[in-house]
């Protein structure tokens, strides 16, 4: 019975394998990434999650790292040495637009999305659902074969 158990599970982790290769073959280059981090969510999960809380409201630096560790349960931290560059990017690529807040003096800068952001952001959200409902069914299965049907 236990064996029978265990193929949903080996097929789900078949399956989050396969969605990383598929995300990871859609990028130019890269190194291999854990399904959980590394490069995946750097490229891929934290910039959707900016351009998802940016596209509700401006927002600067600091409060994005707190409010992903707030969406997360502290699960994904953010390092400010991560999350700055990522700023300065998605802003040097079109897709969001920062102003600081007292324009005369460096102060905190709030960031919104642009139309370019608005576009990236349903890309990303398309290309990622998949790799997520992955991850979830894949936890999920996990979690019953070692803890048993709740």
């Not at 590394?38 to 994005?64: I, T």
């Not at 790292?65 to 040495?81: A, F, L, R």
Request: net charge neutral; proline share 5%.
């Amino acid at each position: 019975m236990a064996k029978s158990r265990a193929e949903p599970v080996v097929e789900a982790v078949a399956e989050t394998a396969r969605a990383t290769e598929r995300s990871r073959a859609r990028r130019r280059g890269g190194r291999a990434s854990d399904v959980f981090g590394g490069e995946l969510r750097r490229r891929d999960v934290f910039p959707l999650l900016v351009l998802h809380l940016v596209s509700k409201e401006p927002s600067f630096g600091n409060r994005l790292i707190e409010e992903i560790e707030e969406i997360t349960q502290g699960v994904i931290t953010v390092n400010p040495n991560t999350m700055y560059p990522l700023l300065r990017e998605l802003e040097a690529d079109g897709r969001i637009e920062g102003r600081w807040e007292h324009p005369d003096r460096r102060t905190r800068r709030f960031y919104s999305i642009t139309d370019a952001g608005r576009e990236e952001y349903g890309r990303l959200r398309d290309e990622l659902g998949p790799f997520l409902d992955s991850m979830i069914r894949t936890v999920s299965l996990i979690q019953r074969e070692i803890y048993g049907e709740g």
